[in-house]
């Protein structure tokens, strides 16, 4: 199975704070990378997929880029909806996992 | 409205079985592959199975492979999870989700929670 590595587990940050995550793949996986927001008894939500792009209604605050092993998410300017997980997750294989996730918490 | 609905969480003793169900509505079920996904409590998630369009190609995670069975119908247009020889492991709330063109989880449903516990 594809092996995909998130950092930093966990982050604090103000906001307004430009906010990275990075994602790994245990191999190339070119493109296929999607990432999800996660609230707190809520079911994910897609934000990005194809690596870098936007899904609709996603605020374009929210940006990725990579492709192969290693992916990013980018957050612009933090704002108080944004504070959540955060998961990458492969379609490449056809066994899909997802990263263990990035909690974005307020300073 | 495009909706996803789960359904036949609950409690389970080691090494019983649940069937979970996943309704489908305001979309054409038929033409769409459909996933498990699930997240134990406080932890990530755990992509689970797929079925493709017609139920012809499954997929599994090695966790479940050999318990748990993926299926469709849909004249009913709903999806199942026949889960066997379940584990304290597998206490879990279970997600279904659609995939999307270009491989993406774009409609999530809003989980069902399964117990396994003596």
């Known amino acids: 199975d594809i092996q995909m590595t998130q950092s930093p587990s966990s982050l604090s940050a103000s906001v307004g704070d430009r906010v990275t995550i990075t994602c790994r793949a245990s191999q190339s996986i070119s493109s296929y990378l999607n990432w999800y927001q996660q609230k707190p008894g809520k079911a994910p939500k897609l934000l990005i997929y194809?690596?870098?792009s936007l899904q609709s209604g996603v605020p374009s605050r929210f940006s990725g880029s990579g492709s192969g092993t290693h992916f990013t998410l980018t957050i612009s300017s933090l704002q108080p909806e944004d504070f959540a997980t955060y998961y990458c997750?492969?379609?490449?294989?056809?066994?899909?996992?997802f990263g263990l996730g990035t909690r974005v918490e307020i300073k | 409205e495009v909706q996803l609905v789960e359904s036949g969480g609950g409690l389970v003793q080691p090494g019983g079985s649940l069937r979970l169900s996943c309704a489908a509505s305001?979309?054409?079920?038929?033409?769409?592959?459909i996933h498990w996904v699930r997240q134990a409590p406080g932890k990530g998630l755990v992509w689970v199975s797929r079925i493709n369009s017609d139920g012809s190609d499954l997929n599994y995670a090695d966790s479940v492979k050999g318990r748990f069975t993926i299926s469709r119908d849909n004249a009913k247009n709903t999806l199942y999870l026949q889960m066997n020889s379940l584990r304290v492991e597998d206490t879990a709330v279970y997600y279904c989700?659609?995939?999307?063109?270009?491989?993406?989880?774009?409609?999530w449903g809003q989980g069902t929670t399964v117990t396994v516990s003596s």
């Open positions: 305001g979309f054409t079920f038929s033409n769409y592959w």
């Open positions: 997750q492969q379609s490449y294989s056809t066994t899909w996992t």
């Open positions: 989700a659609r995939e999307g063109i270009l491989t993406l989880m774009d409609v």
């Open positions: 194809a690596a870098s």
